[in-house]
C-alpha cells in the first residue's frame, strides 16, 4: 500500500513507520521534527519535512495514496493544561485540514492515533470503549473533538477509520525508542536515573485512592501497539468508524513502575515525593478486549518486566552513543 504517515519521526509514529516499511509498505512521512528525531525515520520512507498543515494537502494532491496514519499531534497532559490554544491548533485543527485533504483526494482509509485521556477519570476499571468520555485535560478534549469530526466524516463522506485510544506506551523497538529533547514520561525518566543522567525520580502525588497511593496506568509495549495498526488499516470499511482501546489490562502503580525498573536495572533509582501533576487521573486501565475480539489484535508483550527491559536496552544504548560522541 502506498502510505502517508504523519508525525511518522515521533516515537510511535516512527516504530510504527519501520513496521510499515519491513512488511513492503510505500511510506511517506511528514513531519516537523518539534518533538520527532531525524534517525528515527526508516532509511527506505520518504521524509516530507514541515508542518501538517502546510504539506498534508500538497502530499496527498501528488495522488495514489491508499491510506493514512495519524499520529502527528501534541501529546502531553500536563503541558496541555498550560498552553491550550497549541493543543486545540496543532491537533484539531491541523487534523480537521487533514481529513480535507483526504476528502479532496480521494484517500478514504485512516487510522487515528487516539488515547485513554478522551475518558478522563473513569468510573470503573477496566475501561470498555462504550464508556462516557468526560476529559481531564485539554490534550483529552482535542483528540475526543477529532474522534467526533471523523465520525461525522465517516457518515456524511464515507471515509473509513479507525481511532485507537492507547494507554501508556513504553518499551523500544530496536533502535527506535523514547528520546525526546524533553521527557516527561515516567519509564524513560526512571531510567535515565538509572543510568545517572538524573538524580532522582519525583513521584507526583502519593494521596490518590490507590493501593499504595501513587497513580495507576496501564503500560502497553510498542511493538503491539504498531501491529494494532496495521490491523485497523487492512480492515477498515467505508461510512464506518470505529474506536478500540490498546492497553495491556494490568495497572501499575508509579512506585511499582519504579520497583520494576530498580528489578531490571540493578540501580538503586532514588525517588522523592513531589505534587500531584495537573490533569493526571488516578487509575488508567484498559480492556482490549474488543479489538482483540473484532480484528484479532494479539499482543505478545504484555509484562511490564519485558516493557522496562527493552526500553532499559535503548536507554542503554543511547547512553553509550552520546558517551562516545562526547570522546
Ligand atoms: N509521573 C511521575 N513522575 C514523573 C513522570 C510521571 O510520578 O516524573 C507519573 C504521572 O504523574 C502519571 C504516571 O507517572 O501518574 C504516568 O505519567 P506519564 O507522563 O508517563 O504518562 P501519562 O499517564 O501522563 O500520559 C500518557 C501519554 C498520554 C496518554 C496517557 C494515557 O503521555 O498521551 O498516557 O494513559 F493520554
Redesign the pocket.
Known amino acids: 500500500m502506498k502510505l502517508l504517515v504523519t508525525g511518522g519521526a515521533g516515537y510511535v509514529g516512527s516504530v510504527c513507520a519501520a513496521v510499515l516499511v519491513e512488511q513492503g509498505h510505500d511510506v511517506t512521512i511528514i513531519d516537523n521534527f518539534s518533538t520527532g528525531n531525524r534517525n528515527a525515520v526508516p532509511k527506505r520512507a520518504r521524509l516530507v519535512e514541515g508542518n501538517l498543515e502546510d504539506k498534508a494537502a500538497g502530499v496527498l494532491s501528488e495522488g495514489g495514496f491508499d491510506g493514512v496514519i495519524h499520529f502527528a499531534a501534541q501529546?502531553?497532559?500536563?503541558e496541555s493544561v498550560e498552553k491550550p490554544a497549541q493543543y486545540w491548533q496543532k491537533n484539531l485543527v491541523a487534523t480537521l485540514g487533514l481529513l480535507d485533504a483526504m476528502r479532496d483526494n480521494g484517500v478514504s482509509n485512516l487510522v487515528f492515533s487516539s488515547?485513554?485521556?478522551?475518558y478522563g477519570e473513569p468510573h470503573t476499571v477496566p475501561i470498555v470503549e462504550d464508556m462516557p468520555t468526560s476529559p481531564t485535560n485539554p490534550?483529552?478534549a482535542t483528540?475526543l473533538s477529532i474522534d467526533y469530526a471523523i465520525t461525522s466524516y465517516a457518515h456524511a463522506y464515507g471515509l473509513g477509520a479507525t481511532s485507537l485510544r492507547?494507554?501508556?506506551?513504553?518499551g523500544a523497538y530496536g533502535d527506535i525508542g523514547e528520546n525526546r529533547e524533553v521527557e516527561?514520561?515516567?519509564?524513560?525518566?526512571?531510567l535515565q536515573v538509572a543510568l545517572g543522567h538524573r538524580d532522582k525520580?519525583?513521584?507526583?502525588?502519593d494521596d490518590?485512592a490507590t493501593a499504595d497511593g501513587?497513580?495507576?496506568?496501564?503500560y502497553i509495549h510498542v511493538r503491539d501497539l504498531a501491529e494494532a495498526h496495521l490491523l485497523a488499516l487492512e480492515t477498515n470499511q467505508p461510512g464506518i468508524h470505529r474506536i478500540y482501546n490498546l492497553?495491556s489490562g494490568d495497572g501499575f502503580s508509579?512506585k511499582q513502575?519504579i520497583d520494576m525498573c530498580r528489578n531490571v536495572t540493578g540501580h538503586d533509582i532514588p525517588a522523592e515525593l513531589?505534587p500531584?501533576?495537573a490533569?493526571?487521573?488516578a487509575v488508567?486501565i484498559a480492556s482490549s478486549d474488543k479489538i482483540k475480539r473484532e480484528l484479532g489484535w494479539n499482543p505478545k508483550r504484555t509484562k511490564l518486566e519485558t516493557i522496562v527491559r527493552d526500553a532499559w536496552e535503548f536507554t542503554r544504548e543511547l547512553g553509550d552513543q552520546a558517551h562516545s560522541a562526547k570522546r
Not at 501529546?75 to 500536563?78: D, P
Not at 488515547?115 to 478522551?118: E, F, I, L, R
Not at 516527561?184 to 526512571?190: C, D, G, K
Not at 501513587?214 to 496501564?218: E, G, I, L, S, W
Request: hydrophobic fraction near 50%; glycine fraction near 12%; aromatic fraction near 14%.
Open positions: 501529546s502531553l497532559v500536563g488515547t485513554a485521556a478522551t490534550y483529552g483528540k492507547y494507554f501508556n506506551v513504553a516527561t514520561h515516567l519509564i524513560p525518566l526512571v525520580i519525583f513521584i507526583f502525588g490518590y501513587t497513580a495507576v496506568r496501564d492497553g508509579v513502575v513531589a500531584r501533576r490533569g493526571d487521573p488508567l
